[in-house]
């Protein structure tokens, strides 16, 4: 299978997002301030109900004896543990301001390459349809996400401006590299590429669950720039260790107990 149809479901949610940041900039523009506020707290709204979602998978997992919600605990401190020390909320920071810099970028820049960074790289989707794609070529997955992920860069690009586009780079870099390290990941540890099997795999409904309790954060994060409170955003960038932690935790827990 070729490169070029293991990354094509990446490539698609690519080009969903750089539309969704096209017509959010044209249309958004011409908004007024208090409708673009608004329509942010919608979106937020609409994330913290996918994210509770996802959240209720922790309720199908556990280790032995430890339930999902206290694997997730324990993923989520260790992870923040390790995120502040490798100081990702700020490296993530840092790029966005160079990218602002580099490109001339104006207003909340940063603040919309991070959110939507963080918004479009974690989810389920993201890795269930990186490991069909690199391992089948099977890019429905990833077309449903850039659905989604389209409409969310057209609100969010009308709130916070053209950063949002920019988040493309850290698609192509997570969601890539999901797709083409997917054969010995999916065959090693998840059983194999099928959808079904990946969904209700308990490593993959862990890290679902991981994931939606830092998208709820995300949905806080959304709802505060709604309401012009950016000072007290959720640092989740800090917990993305988590989603690798995860599986580690699970297998850890089950190992102890077995």
Do not use: H
Request: glycine residues 18%.
């Amino acid at each position: 299978m070729g490169l070029f149809s293991q990354l094509s479901g990446t490539f698609i949610n690519i080009a969903a997002v750089l539309l969704g940041t096209l017509i959010g900039l044209t249309v958004g523009g011409r908004l007024p301030e208090r409708t673009q506020r608004t329509l942010l707290q919608t979106l937020s709204l609409v994330t913290l109900f996918i994210a509770l979602d996802m959240a209720g998978s922790l309720n199908k997992v556990s280790g032995g004896q430890v339930p999902g919600v206290i694997l997730a605990l324990i993923t989520l401190a260790a992870g923040v543990v390790v995120g502040e020390a490798l100081g990702i909320e700020e490296g993530l920071n840092r790029l966005g301001d160079s990218l602002k810099r580099r490109f001339r970028g104006g207003g909340l820049f940063t603040e919309g390459f991070v959110a939507a960074s963080l918004l479009f790289c974690i989810g389920p989707m993201t890795v269930i349809g990186g490991l069909q794609n690199g391992l089948t070529g099977d890019s429905s997955t990833y077309v449903l996400k850039s659905t989604l992920d389209g409409i969310a860069a057209l609100a969010l690009a009308g709130a916070y401006g053209i950063g949002v586009g920019f988040s493309t780079l850290t698609i192509l870099l997570v969601q890539g590299g999901i797709s083409l390290a997917a054969g010995s990941f999916a065959a090693g540890l998840l059983g194999g590429a099928d959808p079904e099997i990946l969904r209700t795999n308990p490593y993959v409904l862990l890290i679902t669950g991981v994931g939606g309790l830092m998208i709820v954060g995300i949905s806080w994060n959304l709802m505060l720039g709604g309401l012009g409170m950016d000072d007290k955003r959720v640092r989740v960038g800090s917990m993305m260790p988590a989603l690798l932690l995860a599986p580690l935790g699970l297998w850890l827990a089950r190992s102890l107990q077995g």
